[in-house]
């Protein structure tokens, strides 16, 4: 046999012996509870003080019989004759009765003794002593000389009063003036940089509201305690303070035991939130290396790690919320369920659009469509991208206009990075002129890269390069192509392409026909470069007769 065996072979022997034991015990509970619940008890009062329980008699309510003797009682303290040291007892065969004046006060019965264990003579003794002690206390209390000691006792409190009212008074009187004196000094504006969060006036304000608060709530705490005392110096009174204290504590008690009773609850959220916080660091540390580069990941960029950062940190704190959640005060409650529920209603109906943007947000980020600083064209807005989040994407237009728009508004139109281009060996940059057929396109080439190169921030290399586009009617389209690599200067780099373009144009007396030129010249030139005529070529000459007729016409007329 085995030592485990050996171990357990004792115990399976008083098994039978111990579940034998636990069934005749709660067998016996039972009718022990019955027997208990049987004869409910009530307390006999005398002066807002109990002296003693009795038990229920034949059809005599335990309740009843309590307010009776304690009524009779009450009529002994008033009958100005009768003496407390009087009250005497007397056995009447099966009860023992307490008498005062010949009055029966109470009788004690077998089954009032058969409760406390002793026999049925002396339990009338002991209530008797007890009911006789209460009577020379009540006496004693509403004596004439009682009366008075209170009122003394209460002149003085009321006195000790108005002092601490008046100290009060003038305490904070130099607390609100100090406060005032501290604007500008000690009390200084709260700034983030430049921006003025919260000025020197409003926190002396807030100050002097929380000081005005706690003076209140000293105010009360002292009055309280001024009402429930004086009300204890008085015999009619002194239920009340009694019932005053009893008020204020009881709930007291009740918000002790329930910050008792969850501090373990309370060490359990410590211990998961200060766990989380700590994770919540070393993955911030991980993903700011990342960014900078000192840990590397293949196929992860740097500008990833910041909202994947801020993924990973939302993901760890709902797991930290979902573990704690049950350990939360008032978590099980149908109030605090119904709550929840209705919020989750209106978060899942009001926020379609914005988890719609979130979740664009996120795939824009793992997109790399642009990043802050880009010259992005955005559907029809153009301009450097400024801000970025989950929400929404913030565009400078080269008007230094502001534009927002939503991520899901991004992610369904089209985007044109400029500055992505730009790294990729250089924007290109175009535009169009018209000449017509009588200027050499070899001297047009020449001319429009002549002025591509003369204008700033267009790149050497790769080299500018001329298309011609269309042979119109009556000119040629020609495209100019220049590379820069300062996409967020295009609108200036064009504005010096195209004043360059002219420049070069003018000098060389070549005349740019765009859209359209139209001019009457004497005699038909034909439209073609000189070097393509043929040797000879004259124009051929045509007169128009409209200014001889204007002519013949002014001289007819008579002066």
Not at 235 to 245: C, D, I, S
Not at 342 to 364: C, D, E, K, Y
Not at 381 to 394: A, F, S, Y
Request: proline share 5%; glycine share 6%; hydrophobic share 45%.
């Amino acid at each position: 046999m085995t030592s485990a065996a050996r171990r357990i072979g004792p115990i399976l022997r008083i098994g039978p012996v111990l579940l034998l034991l636990s069934a005749t015990l709660f067998a016996q509970s039972p009718a022990k509870e019955e027997q208990t619940s049987a004869a409910p008890q009530a307390p006999v009062q005398v002066d807002h003080r109990t002296l003693f329980e009795v038990q229920g008699v034949l059809s005599f309510p335990a309740a009843a019989r309590a307010a009776a003797i304690s009524r009779r009682i009450e009529d002994l303290s008033k009958d100005v004759t009768f003496k407390p040291e009087s009250l005497t007892t007397a056995d009447s065969g099966s009860t023992t009765d307490i008498l005062g004046n010949d009055v029966i006060v109470m009788s004690v019965t077998d089954q009032d003794a058969a409760g406390s264990g002793q026999p049925r003579e002396a339990v009338a003794k002991d209530y008797a002593d007890r009911i006789r002690s209460a009577l020379i206390t009540m006496r004693r209390q509403y004596s004439l000389k009682s009366v008075l000691i209170g009122a003394l006792y209460a002149i003085l409190a009321t006195s000790i009063l108005y002092v601490l009212f008046r100290i009060l008074s003038t305490l904070f009187r130099r607390l609100y003036n100090k406060i005032e004196g501290w604007r500008g000094t000690r009390i200084r504006s709260i700034k983030i940089q430049q921006f003025e969060l919260l000025p020197a006036y409003r926190i002396a304000e807030m100050m002097t509201g929380a000081a005005r608060l706690l003076r209140f709530g000293v105010s009360v705490v002292v009055l309280y305690f001024y009402a429930s005392l004086v009300l204890s110096f008085f015999p009619w009174t002194r239920g009340y303070a009694q019932r005053l204290v009893a008020d204020v504590l009881s709930p007291l008690r009740v918000v002790w035991d329930g910050i008792v009773s969850y501090l373990p609850n309370v060490f359990f959220i410590a211990v998961i939130g200060v766990f989380a916080f700590y994770v919540i660091k070393f993955i911030k540390i991980i993903f700011t290396e990342l960014g900078r580069q000192t840990i590397t990941v293949s196929g992860f960029y740097p500008e990833w790690a910041e909202p994947t950062y801020k993924i990973v940190r939302f993901l760890v704190l709902a797991l930290t919320l979902i573990v704690v959640f049950p350990y939360l005060p008032g978590s099980n409650s149908p109030a605090f369920r119904g709550v929840s529920l209705f919020l989750g209603v209106l978060v899942s109906l009001g926020s379609t659009s914005a988890v719609a943007n979130i979740v664009a947000g996120v795939i824009l980020t793992y997109m790399r469509p642009f990043k802050t600083g880009d010259r992005v064209k955005i559907a029809d807005t153009i301009g450097d991208i400024v801000e970025r989040n989950l929400l929404i994407t913030r565009v400078r237009t080269i008007k230094n206009v502001e534009i927002t728009i939503a991520n899901s508004m991004v992610l369904g139109s089209h985007i044109i990075n400029f500055s992505s281009s730009a790294e990729q060996g250089g924007l290109i940059l175009h535009t169009s002129v018209t000449i017509g057929y009588d200027a050499p396109w070899r001297t047009i080439h020449k001319l429009l890269i002549d002025a591509a190169l003369s204008t700033e921030h267009i790149l050497r290399e790769p080299p500018p390069f001329v298309l011609q586009t269309a042979l119109d009617d009556f000119y040629v389209h020609y495209e100019l192509n220049a590379y820069t690599d300062h996409p967020s200067l295009m609108a200036r780099t064009y504005s010096d392409l195209h004043q360059n373009i002219q420049d070069r144009f003018y000098e060389a007396g070549v005349e740019i026909m765009s859209p359209h030129f139209s001019s009457v010249r004497d005699g038909n030139q034909i439209a073609i470069p000189a070097e393509y005529r043929q040797k000879g070529y004259s124009a051929p000459t045509f007169r128009l007769g409209i200014f001889e007729d204007l002519i013949n016409k002014k001289a007819s007329v008579p002066e």
